[in-house]
């Protein structure tokens, strides 16, 4: 949580460097030399909990042989029961059927980690070519900075977006 705050806060002033509230954020933050500083420790610690995760994944799938990562009621990844699910679930906020019953994760669990798991790749990818950009054009083009700044740029605000409108509700604000 504290990275991914400190992710934000030092990021969205630069991607709205004209906004009214940006230079008051940036100049709290210690200035641009001390909040790219911060963005890049907070962003080597998600680094660092992305591939603790990826490695759990892989110890988990190869050394102890643990099934139902891909498929059955445990899995994370999308299945035709959660079609079903969400369609149960659209019925019911509409008041014409009951409540559906839900297998280990619902349909909307599965599509917040896919999410977050989807952002952190691309985030941190986009990141890396931006951090060291004398070392990515030895392999890619020069536009590829652009298409960097680009897509770390918006899929940051997507993702923050979504962590502050869906991902907090769904996770900390839901009744049951």
Known sequence: VTSFLLLAATGLPLKFAD?????GLMA???GPQTAAFL?????VVTFGYFAWHLGMLV???LVTKQRGYFWGPRSMMPQPRDLFDFIGMMKYF???GPRPKF????YWEKFDYLAVFWG??????SGLVLWFPTAS???LPGWALNAAYLMHSDEALLATGFIFLFHFFHTHLRPE
């Open 19 to 23: 906004a009214p509230w940006a230079p």
């Open 28 to 30: 709290l933050l210690g």
């Open 39 to 43: 963005h890049r420790v907070a962003a």
């Open 59 to 61: 110890y988990d799938l």
């Open 94 to 96: 509409l008041y014409i």
């Open 103 to 106: 297998d280990r994760f619902t």
């Open 120 to 125: 952190v790749a691309i985030i941190g990818i």
């Open 137 to 139: 054009t030895q392999v």
